[in-house]
C-alpha cells in the first residue's frame, strides 16, 4: 500500500508508486579514474550508516517525469523534507 | 416460523411494517428491518450462540459491535458461505442463512466441549508444546491443532466479488459518525471544506441513538438525522455507511473497507489533509469467575438492544459495576438490583436509580447455568437469581487508528484506560476517544482487588475469543513472561477477530498490579493494520490472478497467434513457446522447428529485448565506463557483444552495442533485465556523471525484431530487399528497406547458424511477418519459440539471464575473462579485483555429455566425484541447463564446475538426490555445436 506522497518538482505531489527508490544519496559513487580502489568501492557499495532522522535518497519518477529526485526524508517519520531533481541539486 | 418473545411491543429504530425471514443453524426466525443478526438473535431468545475457540464452551452474544468476541458467523452455504463474521455487525437482510461456528456437531451438543474438561492438554501456550514434545509426537497433535487453529473455513473464490478500490481526496476525513464526529464533519462542511465522513454503522448516530439525552433541544436520535440529512445535502460532504477505517499509515493514508454485504466491500483510499478520529470509546468488562456464561454483557449493549433494536437481552438482569456511568439510562432494562465494587455510592448517583436496589462493596464469586446464566453467588455466599448480567467496568477509548499513526497514548488512572498524549501533525482526537465527554464520573472509579480473584474455582476469562484465563496471565507470569508483547504471545490475548478489544485495557491494569508497576511500564502491544477484519478480497480488488501484473504483448503477437503459437509468460511477457502442429508433443515440436533452422531457415520473435538510444559527443565515454570490454574501436555500421558488469564486479547483463554515428549508440539489453539497465543507465547518467553529455532514450517498443536464422537466411531477406548489402561480416549493418519497410538489419546470431536481426518500426510487424512468411516458403521457412531458442543457444554454449548469468558469476566464470578491459576503468573493474572473484577454484561454464549416449543427465543435477548412494557428498558443481539436443542427439548440459576450465576430458556423476539418480558424464568445452563459429561468421 502505497503510503508516501512525493512532491515532484515537474509532475507535483505525486504517489509513492509511481517511484523506484535508487541509491543512497549521503554518498557519491567513486570516480572511474583507475586510482579509485576496491576500498572507496566497499565503503560506496556496502557501508550504511542505517540513520535514524533525516536520510537523503534517490528516487526515480518512472511513472512520471522519468527524473532521478534527490529526496531527504526522516526514517522516523518518513515525512520528506526536500525533493529537487538530481541536477538542480548538483 | 417463531415469533420473537424477547422483542418489546413498541420503540426501537427497527422497522415493524417489514418483518424478515433468516435461518440460523437450519431454523426459520423472524427480525425487522434495520436489525442487526445479533439484535435478531436475541429477540428470537437465543442465548447460545456460538462455541468458544479454544475450549468449545457454550457462549452468547456479548456486545453490539466490532468488539464482539463470542457471536461469530458463517453466512450463506457451500462455496459461497463467508466465515468469522460478526452478528453484531451483518446487517439482518430477508432470507439471510447464518450459521454458528467451532461446534461440532451442534451447537447443543458439542464434542469439542470435553476438549474443555482435559485442562492439562490446553494449558497456557498450547500451542508451542509440540514443539518441546519428542518429533513423533508432532505427527499426531497436528492435525488436531491444524483444526483448532482455524476459525470458519475459507470461501470459494464464487462468493467473491472484487471491485477496483476508489482513491478519494479530501480537506477533512471524519472517522465517525456519533456526535463528536457529526459535530465535526458540519463544521468542516460550514467552513467550506471537503468532507468525508466514515462510519462503520448504516445509519449515523453512534450512541446518540441508543442514549436518552438531548442535543439543542432535540431528542438524540432527531438530532443525528437532522445532521445526517444535513451533511447528505451538502455537495462537499461524502458519507461512508458501513466504512471501516482499518489502517491509518504514514503520509496520512486512511484505508477503508465499505462493507456492502457479507463478502461484497469496497476498498476507499483516502488522503486528506486533516483527520478527525471520532472513534467514541467501548465498554470494559469486569473480571469475575464465570464471566462468560451467556446472559452476561456490556452494559451499552443492553442499552443499545434495547433503545435501538427493542430487544430485551433478558428479563431479569442485574447490572454490575465500579462506575457512575452504569447509573443513567437504566429505566426499561428490567434491572432487579445494580451491584457496586465500590463500598459507597454518592447520593445524587444512587438518586438516578429510582426503585432499583443497590447493592454496594459488592464481589461476584461465581455463577450458575449450564447454556445461559440463571444466578450469580457474590462473596458471602448470597445467591442472586438472573438471566442476564449487564457489566460496566469503565471505558476504553477506541485509539488504535491514533496509535498506528504514530500517536502516543498514555495510561489514565482515574479512567483505567490509555490516552491520546498530544496531537499529531494533521490528526485529531476528539470526543469519547480523546476521553473529552462524561465517561461516568472518573475518579469514582473502583480498581478491582485481584486478591479476591485467586483461588476461585471458575474460570475468570480476559479474553473470550482465545479463552485466555486471568489464570493463564498468572501462569505465563510464572514461566517467566513479563513483556505484554510476549504474553499476547505465549498465550494468545488480544489474538482473535476482535483484537482483544475487551480484554486489553483489563489485562494492562492487571499485568500493572501482578508485577507492582506502573501501567505505562507496562505500555500496550503494538496497534497494526488492520484495526477491524477486513476481507483481503477488498484489499486485492481486482489485482489478482490475471489482474495481478500488466500482461505485455509483442507487436508479432497476432501474428504468432495466427501462426499457431502456444504462448507461454515469461517475466511479464506473453511469448511464443512453441509452434506446434496438431498431435505434437512441445519436444516433438521442438525439435523440428530446431532442425529446420539449421538445415534452411527460421525466425523467431525479439522484440521484447531492452532496446535504448544513445546520442551526444561523450556518447562513447558513456559506454567505456558502463560495459567492461572495450568499445573504443569500434566502427560506424558495427555492432558488438558487451558486458554490463555490477558494482560488485558480478555479471549484470550481457547485450550489443551498435555504432550508429560517431555520436549516436543503439544498445540492446536481455528481456529479463531491461528494466533495471534502464534504471541503472539513467541513474549514472543523472545522478553520477551530470558532466557527461549523452541523452538517452528508451526505444524498447518503437522497433518490432524478428532474427531470421539458418543456412537459407541470406537468400531470403536478399529475395526481399534487393538493394541492401548482406554479404558485410559478423557484427554488420545494413540499413535500408525489407520488403517495404525501412529496416535496421544486423547480422547477429544467437543460434549458431548464419542469421540476421531484422529491425522494423512496430507498426509495421505485421507486414515484415506476412512478407517473410510469404517469401519464406521457397526457403523452407518456419517460425520458431521460446523453446528452440534456448536449446539452440545451449548447443552453442551460450550464456542466459537466471541460468548462467546468475548473480553469482564473473565474466571469468563463464569463459568471458578476455572480454574484461585492462585498459580502462569501468563499473564494476574495482570490486572484480577481489582476491575470492580472482580465485582459481571458482566454478567455471563447461559441458557435459553422459558417457552412456542413451542416457539423460537429470535435470537440476548437481556434480560429485561418486555416484548416487543415498550419503552425503559435497558437490563440486551444478548443472545450468539440460537438454537433449535434436541437434547432436542425446543429453547434454552446461554446468558450473570449480576449477571446469582445466577439467575438460574428466569423468564425474550428475547426481540428482531428489529422485535419486546419477548419471555418469564427460565434462566437455561449453561449446558443443560448431566451436570455430564457422557457421554464423562465414
Known amino acids: 500500500m502505497a503510503m508516501l506522497r512525493i512532491p515532484c518538482p515537474w509532475c507535483g505531489e505525486r504517489d509513492e508508486t509511481e517511484f523506484t527508490i535508487g541509491p543512497d544519496a549521503e554518498r557519491s559513487m567513486p570516480p572511474l579514474d583507475g586510482a579509485s580502489d576496491q576500498g572507496a568501492w566497499h565503503a560506496y557499495l556496502h557501508l550504511r550508516e542505517n540513520k535514524r532522522g533525516l536520510r537523503a535518497e534517490y528516487w526515480y519518477h518512472g511513472q512520471g517525469c522519468g527524473r532521478w529526485l534527490r529526496i531527504v526524508r526522516d526514517t522516523m517519520t518518513h515525512k520528506i523534507t526536500l525533493v529537487a531533481d538530481v541536477e538542480e541539486d548538483a | 416460523m417463531r415469533d420473537q418473545p424477547y422483542r418489546l411491543p413498541v420503540g426501537g429504530l427497527v422497522d415493524r411494517a417489514r418483518p424478515l425471514s433468516f435461518r440460523f443453524d437450519g431454523k426459520g426466525y423472524q427480525g425487522y428491518a434495520g436489525d442487526t443478526l445479533a439484535s435478531a438473535l436475541l429477540a428470537a431468545g437465543l442465548r447460545v450462540v456460538g462455541r468458544s475457540f479454544k475450549m468449545h464452551r457454550p457462549r452468547g452474544v456479548f456486545s453490539a459491535g466490532a468488539e464482539e468476541p463470542n457471536a461469530l458467523v458463517r453466512v450463506g452455504r457451500g462455496a459461497e458461505a463467508v466465515p468469522n463474521l460478526r452478528a453484531t455487525e451483518v446487517l439482518l437482510t430477508d432470507g439471510l442463512e447464518a450459521f454458528s461456528q467451532n461446534a461440532w456437531p451442534s451447537l447443543h451438543c458439542d464434542i469439542g466441549a470435553l476438549k474443555g474438561a482435559i485442562a492439562s492438554a490446553w494449558g497456557t501456550g498450547f500451542y508451542y508444546r509440540p514443539a518441546l514434545a519428542p518429533r513423533w509426537a508432532w505427527h499426531l497433535m497436528e492435525p488436531l491443532l491444524r483444526r483448532s487453529a482455524g476459525l470458519g473455513p475459507a470461501p470459494g473464490n464464487d462468493a467473491i466479488e472484487t471491485r477496483t478500490p476508489i482513491h478519494q481526496h479530501c480537506d477533512l476525513l471524519v472517522v465517525g459518525g456519533g456526535p463528536s464526529g457529526l459535530k465535526a464533519a458540519m463544521a468542516g462542511v460550514a467552513n467550506g471544506q471537503r468532507v468525508l465522513l466514515c462510519d462503520d454503522q448504516p445509519r449515523l448516530g453512534g450512541s446518540l441513538l441508543w442514549c ?22 451538502s455537495e462537499d460532504c461524502v458519507i461512508l455507511n458501513g466504512g471501516v477505517c482499518f489502517s491509518l499509515g504514514d503520509g496520512s493514508l486512511a484505508l477503508i473497507e465499505q462493507r456492502l454485504g457479507p463478502g461484497r466491500s469496497q476498498l476507499w483510499k483516502v488522503r486528506a489533509r486533516e483527520i478527525v478520529l471520532a472513534t467514541g470509546a467501548m465498554e470494559r468488562p469486569i473480571l469475575f469467575p464465570g464471566n462468560d456464561r451467556p446472559g452476561i454483557m456490556l452494559l451499552d449493549a443492553a442499552r443499545r438492544y434495547h433503545k435501538q433494536f427493542a430487544v430485551r437481552p433478558a428479563w431479569q438482569p442485574v447490572v454490575l459495576t465500579n462506575n457512575d456511568s452504569a447509573y443513567e439510562d437504566l429505566a426499561g432494562l428490567g434491572v432487579q438490583a445494580v451491584l457496586d465494587l465500590r463500598p459507597e455510592v454518592a447520593p445524587h448517583v444512587c438518586a438516578k436509580l429510582n426503585d432499583i436496589p443497590l447493592m454496594t462493596g459488592v464481589q461476584v464469586r461465581a455463577t450458575e447455568g449450564r447454556k445461559g446464566l440463571t444466578a450469580i453467588r457474590l462473596q458471602d455466599g448470597e445467591r442472586i437469581p438472573c438471566d442476564g448480567l449487564y457489566q460496566a467496568g469503565g471505558w476504553a477509548p477506541s485509539l488504535q487508528l491514533f496509535s498506528q499513526a504514530g500517536g502516543r497514548l498514555q495510561f489514565d488512572e482515574a479512567l483505567g484506560a490509555h490516552l491520546p498524549m498530544g496531537p499529531l501533525d494533521s490528526i485529531r482526537v476528539v470526543g469519547a476517544a480523546r476521553g473529552g465527554v462524561d465517561l461516568g464520573g472518573g475518579q469514582a472509579m473502583q480498581r478491582q482487588d485481584l486478591s479476591l480473584l485467586s483461588n476461585v474455582k471458575q474460570p475468570i476469562f480476559i479474553d473470550l475469543q482465545n479463552d485466555v484465563t486471568f489464570q493463564d496471565i498468572v501462569s505465563a507470569r510464572d514461566q517467566g513472561f513479563q513483556s505484554i508483547e510476549h504474553i499476547k504471545r505465549f498465550t494468545t490475548v488480544g489474538m482473535g477477530t476482535d483484537q482483544g478489544r475487551t480484554a486489553t485495557a483489563n489485562l494492562i491494569r492487571l499485568l500493572a498490579d501482578l508485577q507492582g508497576q506502573d ?22 480488488g481486482k489485482a489478482a490472478e490475471r489482474w495481478m501484473a500488466p500482461l505485455r504483448k509483442t507487436p508479432f503477437h497476432n501474428a504468432s497467434e495466427h501462426a499457431g503459437a502456444d504462448f507461454v509468460e515469461s517475466g511479464l511477457w506473453l511469448y511464443p513457446r512453441v509452434y506446434a502442429l496438431p498431435g505434437e508433443s512441445l519436444a516433438q515440436a521442438t525439435k523440428r522447428e530446431v532442425l529446420n ?10 522484440s521484447s529485448l531492452g532496446k535504448f538510444d544513445l546520442r ?36 549484470f547483463d550481457d547485450g550489443t552495442v551498435t555504432c550508429l554515428a560517431e555520436d549516436h549508440y543503439h544498445l540492446t539489453s536481455t528481456t529479463a533485465r531491461a528494466g533495471e539497465v534502464w534504471l541503472h543507465l539513467e541513474a549514472l547518467r543523472q545522478i553520477h556523471w551530470p558532466d557527461l553529455k549523452v541523452t538517452l532514450t528508451d526505444v524498447s517498443d518503437l522497433w518490432a525484431a524478428l532474427a531470421v536464422a539458418g543456412p537459407n537466411s541470406r537468400s531470403l531477406i536478399a529475395s526481399l530487399a534487393p538493394g541492401l548489402d548482406l554479404a558485410q561480416p559478423y557484427g554488420g549493418l545494413a540499413i535500408g528497406e525489407v520488403a517495404g519497410c525501412p529496416a535496421r538489419v544486423f547480422r547477429l546470431s544467437y543460434s549458431g547458424e548464419l542469421g540476421y536481426e531484422v529491425h522494423v518500426h512496430a507498426d509495421q510487424a505485421e507486414a515484415i ?3 517473410l512468411s510469404q517469401a519464406g516458403r521457397d526457403f523452407g521457412l518456419l517460425p520458431y519459440g521460446l523453446e528452440a531458442l534456448d536449446v539452440m543457444r545451449i548447443e552453442k554454449g551460450h550464456i542466459a539471464v537466471g541460468t548462467e548469468i546468475d548473480g553469482r558469476t564473473t565474466p571469468g566464470d563463464l569463459g568471458l575473462g578476455r572480454m574484461v578491459s585492462n585498459k580502462k576503468d569501468f ?5 572484480l579485483q577481489r582476491p575470492d572473484l580472482q580465485a582459481t577454484n571458482r566454478r567455471r561454464l563447461v559441458g557435459l555429455r553422459p558417457l552412456d549416449p542413451n542416457a539423460s ?7 560429485a566425484e561418486r555416484p548416487w548412494r543415498g550419503d552425503k557428498q559435497d558437490p563440486t558443481g551444478h548443472a545450468t541447463a539440460v537438454i537433449d539436443s535434436p541437434t547432436l542427439g542425446g543429453s547434454l548440459a552446461l554446468a558450473l564446475l570449480q576449477d571446469g576450465h582445466n577439467r575438460h576430458g574428466e569423468q564425474l556423476y550428475a547426481l540428482s538426490p531428489i529422485i535419486g539418480e ?6 566437455t568445452s561449453p561449446h558443443f555445436y560448431d566451436p570455430e563459429g564457422r557457421r554464423q561468421r562465414d
Open chain 2, 212 to 233: 436518552a439525552r438531548s442535543i439543542d433541544d432535540l431528542p438524540s436520535v432527531q438530532w443525528a438525522e437532522t445532521c445526517a440529512q444535513h451533511l447528505a445535502a
Open chain 2, 519 to 540: 501501567p505505562n511500564e507496562i505500555g500496550h502491544t503494538t496497534y497494526r493494520a488492520p484495526v477491524a477484519p477486513v476481507a483481503l478480497s477488498a484489499v486485492i
Open chain 2, 597 to 606: 533452422t539449421r538445415q534452411n531457415v527460421g525466425m523467431v520473435d525479439m
Open chain 2, 616 to 651: 551526444g559527443p561523450d556518447a562513447l565515454t558513456f559506454l567505456e565506463r558502463v560495459y567492461c570490454n572495450g568499445l573504443a574501436g569500434l566502427q560506424v555500421g558495427r555492432t558488438r557483444y558487451a558486458l554490463m558488469l555490477r558494482e560488485d564486479g558480478l555479471i
Open chain 2, 769 to 771: 511477418w506476412q512478407a
Open chain 2, 827 to 831: 563499473i564494476g573493474r574495482a570490486l
Open chain 2, 857 to 863: 543427465i537429470p535435470p537440476g543435477c548437481l556434480l
Open chain 2, 918 to 923: 546419477s548419471c555418469p558424464v564427460e565434462v
